[in-house]
């Protein structure tokens, strides 16, 4: 999706900023591992398929992404933004002719920085993004019977479980966003900042200078 190619949203303990080809590397490495492609039902890309994925989720009308940075180290100029990267949150618009309904995905690629609040701050940010920026008014979030910590982030997040396919081994999951939903979200996200990508690109190179 074009609508965030240079918005970057700043929280309480990271930065997210559009997924360009810069990171692609550092996320090809981590798609190399086995327990984030089980856990994320993800396949294996080469490096080139990973660069055109990049760029469908650049192009494509139906799908946004941002990469997820940890916000400390990104206040640091001398450090390169990959080595900020710590995962990345995903909005997919999956039915043509419903564009309100949208799937989450959420991984937090680095296993140092799990477990620590930072799944359920990027959600409830990509939530309010989905609601406010793209009218998203249902989220739902497909998650492998066995992740039983994505399972549980999700339900602390209100959404309720809908079904469970045997056959795919996964369970549905869903928020439909009313009134209540819309207030929680904006609430909490009260201290997000949205930011030009680029200029805050720039005014950190010319810290280095
Ligand atoms: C699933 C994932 C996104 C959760 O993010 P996180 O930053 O680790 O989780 P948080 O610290 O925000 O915790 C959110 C909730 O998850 C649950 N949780 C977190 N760590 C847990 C653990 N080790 N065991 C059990 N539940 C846990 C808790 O319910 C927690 O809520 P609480 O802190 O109020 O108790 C992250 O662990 C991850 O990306 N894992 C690898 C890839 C993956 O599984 N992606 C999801 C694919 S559907």
Redesign the pocket.
Known sequence: MKINENTLLEGHRVVLVPYNAQHVPRYHEWMKSP??QQ???SEPLTLDQEYNMQQSWREDNDKCTFIILDKQQWADPSVVEEQCMV?DVNIFLTDPTDPSLAEL?????E?S???????????RMMMFYGVSKLGVKRFQ????LD????V??F???RFKEVSVCQVFKEVTLEMAVDEAVRTWLSDDVTLVKEKDYRESCNSRQQLVL
């Open positions: 327990e984030l856990l994320t039902a995962g995905e959420v991984m937090i690629a296993p920085y799990r477990g620590k609040g930072i799944g359920k701050e990027v959600t979030a497909k998650i492998g992740n039983e910590v994505s549980s982030m339900k602390k997040l």
